[in-house]
């Protein structure tokens, strides 16, 4: 426990720029245990929207919904970081903030950036919510959100 949280245990080595990579069932553990922690989905609108969103319902709670990038163009959205401070408000800075995207490549910018920004327990959920490609390049199967059998829901 940190001020009054759960510690998260992280993947490997905790680099300099974010407070490290977890995998979703520890996301999803911590969210269950700390009130206070949060799950922000990066993905763009159509990959809600299509692919699906983690179901948080049974802790209580609902994925903060914020692009990264916006499709289609995917140019990556300037205010990120000042819309997600000022939704999260400045009694969750040191609270545990989750980011999720489709594999773990912009949840890992944007844990930088809102780590930019002064929250310090900004945590990238690896493999995302599909995980990495398989041998047939197909995502869902070996890793990530929904590969691990973690409940989501498509609309």
């Not at 929207?49 to 179901?55: E, H, K, M, T």
């Not at 916006?70 to 939704?87: G, H, K, Q, T, V």
């Not at 949840?107 to 995302?128: K, M, W």
């Amino acid at each position: 426990m940190t001020n009054g949280g759960v510690v998260p245990e992280v993947i490997g080595k905790q680099p300099d720029d974010y407070a490290g990579d977890v995998t979703p069932e520890e996301a999803f553990r911590v969210l269950g245990a700390d009130p206070k922690a949060t799950l922000v989905d990066v993905r763009t609108r159509a990959e809600w929207s299509f692919v699906g969103l983690p179901d948080l319902s049974g802790l209580g709670k609902e994925p903060m919904l914020l692009e990264w990038q916006a499709f289609p163009a995917m140019e990556r959205n300037p205010r990120f970081a000042d819309d997600l401070a000022s939704a999260l408000g400045p009694d969750k800075k040191d609270a545990p903030v989750f980011f999720l995207c489709r594999s773990g490549a912009r949840s890992r910018a944007a844990a930088i950036a809102l780590t930019a920004a002064g929250f310090g327990r900004c945590f990238n959920i690896a493999g995302g919510f599909e995980g990495d490609l398989d041998g047939a390049r197909h995502r869902g199967e070996r890793n990530g959100w929904k590969a691990t059998g973690l409940p989501w829901a498509q609309s």
